[in-house]
């Protein structure tokens, strides 16, 4: 077997940041080679060199023995490279079919387009890997799930015979990753070179035969993934040894807090997105919600927070120490005792262009502590920064002139931790996926808080699609489905089911898919 | 501007841009520069010498005390029509309005000028006819604001339509109800509600328009420098244009803040009904304001909104104006307006291309 891409030596500079350095890799023809490293380790700049859509500063790089300069993404297509982006590039409004073709119709451009042809040869290919769809649907009606697929066949449908994976299982449910990996076991075994991009690593070891890691823009090392071993791999992402999996007390809970009543909610377009749910959290536990993306959870948390858009219909009762929660603005919300970590940390948890020390108190800067005439107190805000930059570990150069966007995705989480852990008079804590695109170190870190949080006694409602996390941290599961809590384990259950990951991770996805 | 530009692919993976910190000033100079170069093209395309153009519009403007004294007042209704788009822009909303808003306070600062008693102090008088122009403008500004927060309407469709509405509105009060007879304006206003020129204080700038509400421009600029960058106020203004779901998040209504810049912006615009009126014609003539608003628009693109830049871009804007004006017998002003238009399409694509140049 040949290598199908060889780097030598390449380094990518952007201005005075190198974000790739000195690389040298080779991966063999007809494996899946996956690379892994923490958020801002540089995996996605040399896979966007790989693929053309970066040119590096110095080295060279050769698919199947030639050297190549790709200076646009058509150029490695073309060299039979094809990639999977982690957020799909497809046209809702055009059909699988159509969406499989774009760019590739085979035809000139007034004449007719070859469609017959074209749909016997998806047919063809999804059936030779397992990728059974129907080519005349809407892309908009396939779950992420079959839109990968799409994906896939579109990759196909060009001949690629290198294929990148861009965190390929973040949107997939536990049954759609098994069925994931058998198409990329298959497509290997018929030659096809696949390179995989992860943090997951019981992904890694379970499909990939290769693994390279990286860590601050280079290669700490690459080895055989089936005499790798977990621990091993974490400590050369992140540089020492790392506790994967936090301490879990048992917990006693007090007294009942949040309580949720039937609640409905019916979208302004007329869509049921919750539907009669309830559900009670104590002060002291953790309630953790299982549930494939869009099942209700945003809804879920616009109740909560009285985020819900003007239009929408909702119904039922949502109390907090016996006021509710109906009809009240996020700030009312937020006064009550409430905190959150908003599931889209970019778009509704910081503020990118401001620096760190205002996204710090972004959200409590109504707080009067902060205040100073019509302005901020500048230094009590310098010296609360500077104890939560301690105390959470936040890694940035200077708080008050640094953009928060200059931080990696890690740090960021933590200014969005540190700031919501430590609201004054904090009694409910909504997590919404609080160690997404967080990095292994962090996330250790972020576990650890929780669970000192929890035995301070606040009431916690996590919502997460990792479910090692879920199994990791709560003191109750309830498994959402089609807006409604479908199936809820006890504490006692919890307990007990946590000792066996594999299988309470199995049960979950039996009750949310 | 800044916020509309980011690149299309952010994953958490992305390094971090560059700082624009060094290219914030290149930029517009470099596009300033580059259509001053394709200006010089079309003076010779039009059978004209450059340098004789160029150095005559130097002598004329800042070569002469009059000449500066006219570029002084228009810098100073510049200055407000700048900040009345840019206050707005902060929140990403285009307020095309600055022009009906300005000539709604014109009007109203006129009328109220001519019917105040004559026995008012000046700076009563002054200060109610400031007041009225702001009013006026900020109602006209807010409304646009009510009409996207209560009806969804896009700002930049209303504040058009409002233009056309006040224009129409001042027409017609002029001439069926405020016109004195056989003219086109209105009633002078009281001489104590005269704003003083600057000739009179220090005998700079002879025979020219500049007056002292140059004075407030330059302090309305400072002023919205501190509000939205020292104050609370302006901390969640700027999170809820820069990231409006963020904002939500975190307990900011957004919709008091459109509210809030509209009439804000409304009401500079308005303001700029001082210079105008009260420092320089003393009565309402139709068509005085002749497109400073939409120069404002102009004037804060090229400023990246910032209040102190205003200053500087809207003196470049008002020399440009003016020094146009003073060569219109050897190269048409139309040549002028097509080196504005070409400056503020040259930022833009600069920035883009700057973008373009640091992510490759």
Redesign the interface.
């Known amino acids: 077997m040949g290598v199908a891409i060889r780097l030598n030596g390449v380094t990518k500079k952007f201005g005075t940041f190198a974000a790739n350095i000195n690389i040298s890799l080779a991966v063999e023809e007809g494996t899946i080679h996956a690379l892994v490293g923490e958020n801002g380790a540089g995996k996605s700049t040399l896979t966007n060199i790989i693929y053309g859509m970066l040119r590096p500063t110095s080295g060279e790089i050769a698919i199947k023995g030639n050297a190549v300069r790709f200076s646009s993404p058509r150029e490695a297509i073309d060299a039979g490279i094809g990639m999977v982006h982690q957020h799909f590039m497809l046209i809702p409004e055009l059909t699988v079919a159509e969406n499989i073709m774009l760019g590739n119709e085979e035809c000139r451009l007034f004449s007719r387009i070859p469609l017959k042809r074209i749909r016997a040869q998806i047919e063809k290919d999804a059936e030779a890997f397992g990728l059974g769809i129907n080519p005349d649907e809407k892309v908009a009606q396939l779950s992420v799930g079959r839109q990968q697929r799409v994906e896939i066949l579109k990759l196909l449908f060009r001949n690629a015979s290198i294929m990148i994976f861009d965190e390929p299982t973040a949107v997939l449910t536990p049954l759609e990753t098994e069925q994931f990996f058998t198409t990329l076991r298959s497509m290997r075994d018929k030659g096809k070179t696949i390179l995989l991009i992860t943090h997951k690593l019981d992904e890694v070891l379970a499909v990939a035969d290769t693994v390279s890691v990286m860590r601050k823009g280079e290669l700490i090392g690459t080895l055989k993934a089936a005499s790798a071993t977990k621990p091993e791999l974490a400590r050369m992402m992140v540089g020492r040894s790392v506790l994967l999996k936090v301490d879990n007390p048992p917990s006693q809970p007090g007294k009942t807090l949040l309580s949720l009543r039937n609640i409905g909610f019916i979208t302004p377009k007329g869509e049921t997105m919750l539907d009669h749910l309830s559900l009670d959290l104590s002060a002291g536990e953790i309630y953790a919600i299982a549930g494939v993306e869009g099942n209700g959870q945003r809804e879920l948390l616009q109740v909560i927070r009285g985020l819900a858009p003007a239009g929408s219909t909702l119904s039922g009762e949502a109390t907090l120490g016996g006021c509710s929660l109906i009809g009240k603005t996020p700030r009312e919300i937020t006064r009550m005792g409430v905190s959150h970590i908003p599931e889209n940390r970019l778009r509704e948890g910081i503020i990118l262009d401001y620096p760190v020390s205002s996204n710090l108190i972004f959200g409590r800067h109504q707080e009067r502590s902060f205040h100073k005439g019509a302005g901020f107190d500048d230094a009590a805000i310098k010296s609360h920064n500077r104890m939560m930059i301690k105390e959470y570990d936040i890694r940035c150069s200077s708080p008050e002139l640094q953009p928060i966007s200059a931080l990696s995705g890690g740090n960021q989480q933590k200014v969005v931790v540190a700031r919501e852990f430590n609201r004054p008079g904090i009694s409910l804590l909504i997590l919404a996926h609080p160690t997404r695109g967080v990095d292994i170190g962090a996330i250790e870190m972020i576990h650890k808080k929780i669970i000192d949080a929890r035995l301070q006694g606040v009431a916690i409602l996590l919502l997460s699609s990792e479910l090692e996390e879920i199994v990791a941290l709560a003191t109750r599961v309830g498994c959402l489905f089609k807006g409604s809590i479908r199936h809820e384990f006890s504490r006692d259950e919890v307990a007990l089911k946590r000792a066996n990951e594999h299988e309470f991770i199995k049960e979950i996805g039996l009750h949310i898919t | 501007m800044?916020?509309s530009k980011?690149s299309a692919f952010?994953?958490?993976?992305?390094?971090?841009?560059?700082t624009k910190k060094t290219g914030q000033l290149v930029t517009p100079a470099l596009a300033i520069l580059s259509a001053l170069l394709i200006s010089t093209l079309f003076i010779s395309l039009s059978g004209q010498d450059p340098a004789m153009i160029f150095s005559k519009m130097v002598h004329s403007t800042i070569g002469s005390s009059y000449g500066t004294g006219q570029v002084v007042f228009r810098l100073t209704t510049l200055i407000l029509s700048g900040l009345a788009v840019a206050i707005p822009y902060k929140l990403r909303l285009f307020n095309i309005g600055a022009e009906g808003q300005l000539l709604m306070g014109a009007f109203a600062a006129a009328i109220t000028g001519s019917l105040i008693p004559e026995t008012l102090s000046p700076a009563l008088a002054i200060a109610l006819c400031i007041l009225s122009a702001m009013a006026a403008g900020g109602c006209w500004g807010l409304l646009a604001g009510v009409l996207k927060v209560q009806f969804g309407v896009n700002e930049v469709i209303a504040t058009i339509m409002l233009n056309f509405i006040a224009q129409g509105i001042t027409g017609y009060l002029l001439t069926w109800h405020f016109a004195l007879p056989s003219t086109v304006h209105t009633a002078p206003i009281r001489s104590a509600a005269g704003i003083p020129s600057i000739e009179s204080l220090t005998g700079w700038f002879a025979n020219s328009p500049a007056n002292l509400s140059l004075l407030f421009s330059i302090a309305a600029a400072l002023l919205f420098q501190i509000i939205l960058f020292?104050?609370?106020?302006g901390?969640?203004m700027?999170?809820a244009g820069?990231?409006p779901?963020?904002a939500?998040?975190?307990?900011i209504?957004a919709g008091m803040h459109t509210l809030i810049a509209m009439g804000t912006g409304g009401a500079v615009a308005g303001l700029g009904a001082a210079n105008i009126i009260l420092g320089y014609k003393h009565y309402y003539e139709s068509g005085m304001t002749g497109g400073i608003g939409f120069t404002g628009i102009a004037v804060a693109l090229l400023a990246g909104a910032n209040p102190v830049w205003i200053i500087c871009t809207a003196l470049f804007f008002s020399s440009l104006e003016y020094g146009g004006l003073t060569v219109n017998a050897w190269v048409p002003k139309d040549i002028f307006m097509i080196i504005e238009a070409m400056t503020i399409l040259l930022v833009i694509s600069f920035s883009a291309l700057e973008k373009q140049f640091?992510?490759?």
């Open positions: 800044s916020s980011r952010i994953s958490p993976d992305t390094p971090p841009i560059m020292r104050t609370r106020f901390y969640e700027r999170a820069l990231q779901e963020a939500r998040h975190a307990g209504n640091l992510n490759r």
